[in-house]
């Protein structure tokens, strides 16, 4: 068998695998609050349970990457990931009280969230073996992002949102199968070095950067826990909630492409500004209309707020940040965008929901991604006058 054509057979498996763990996360976004909801959780109960992920992720993401460069691994690393993943999905199928399924989600949460990052080191390691790019395997994960939010969601409108978790150990169970059949890779790229992180901090710049991306991020998160248990609040069934997920990850797809093909032409600064806006308008939208259908037909706009977000953020910070602490700068952004965002959302977001309702919530996330739009424009003009060895204009007496 010639090189090239084992080369495309593993990058067909990978895409598969990506296929089939974005299947996992579809579920996890979509319906694990549904799932709570069945359980007879409250708001604040759901937004809890949401934000324990992201605080787990800070910790898990980096202890399973340091065993995986330990151990020069990363097939093996994500066989045992998914066969934890799915021992704990049957184990919390199992109950059904706030106080046993905090304990239980944590390890679930331990074991679920570094199969992401792993697998985009899989990923970045075979696209650049084969000088290809990277979208074209990470794109496989938005299709089965969209594809288990609507199939996922006919199945669960039927059998109901107390089935969630044995779809989560069915998609384990066919993840696990996948993985077998991957060409193990040991990531190239430089391991996250912790004394880098002074250097990479004290960039002004990276700085600002940072905190605007926070700002956006917790209002992307805000809509990602609550839509589900808003859409279901103004009567819509599991079905319908998987058609606003579908849209969602349908959209970003074209935009993925558009961008790899013609993003180099635009700055990055302006772009995320645009992102911020778009974000901005479209909470707005979901905080004053009051009909599912009106609702989910604004997830279209999700192709311009985060697709554009997710490609060029990475590219940004690929370009302000020298080689020698990129690692390290892309470990904060995950933590920024993932881990305390989300911490945040959930904690704060769950609370919002119980007291005032849904149209707080989006609200308040729009004043957030107004913020993170004003702070990138601001970035942007300040960069622009920089480059052409302007001073920032002043106002006349």
Known sequence: MSQQVVKSRDAHWLRAFT???????????????????????????????????????????????????????LKKVLILLLCAQIILSLILSQFASFGSVVPILILFYFFYFPIFPLNDS????????????????????????????????????????IYTVWVLVLIGILSLGIAFFLTDKRASMKKMEFSGLWAVLKQREVLLFFLFVLLLAIAHRLNEAFLGVTLTGLGADESLVGWAWMLSAVSEIP????????????????????????????????????????????????????GIFYFVAVRYISRVIPEEYRSTGLALYTIVWSSIAGLLSGTFGGILLEAHGKDMVFHVGAAFAVAACAGFLAMAVHSRYAETGTRWPRRRR
């Open 19 to 73: 296929f089939s763990i974005f299947m996992a996360s579809s579920v996890v976004v979509s319906y694990l609050p549904l799932y709570y909801q069945a359980l007879g959780f409250t708001s604040v109960q759901i937004g809890l349970l949401y934000s324990i992920g992201p605080l787990i992720s800070i910790v898990s993401n980096l202890f399973w990457g340091l065993i995986s460069d330990r151990l020069g691994t």
């Open 122 to 161: 899989f990923s970045i390691v075979t696209a650049q073996a084969q000088g290809k790019s990277f979208i074209g395997i990470r794109v496989f994960g938005s299709i089965g992002f969209a594809i288990a939010a609507l199939l996922f969601g006919m199945v669960l409108r039927t059998a109901g949102a």
């Open 255 to 306: 935009i993925f492409f558009l961008l790899n093909a013609f993003g180099d032409r635009f700055k990055e600064l302006p772009l995320l500004a645009l992102s911020g806006l778009t974000y901005a308008i479209r909470l707005l939208l979901v905080a004053n209309l009051q009909t599912p259908g009106a609702i989910v037909a604004t997830q279209l706009m999700h192709s311009v707020s985060f």
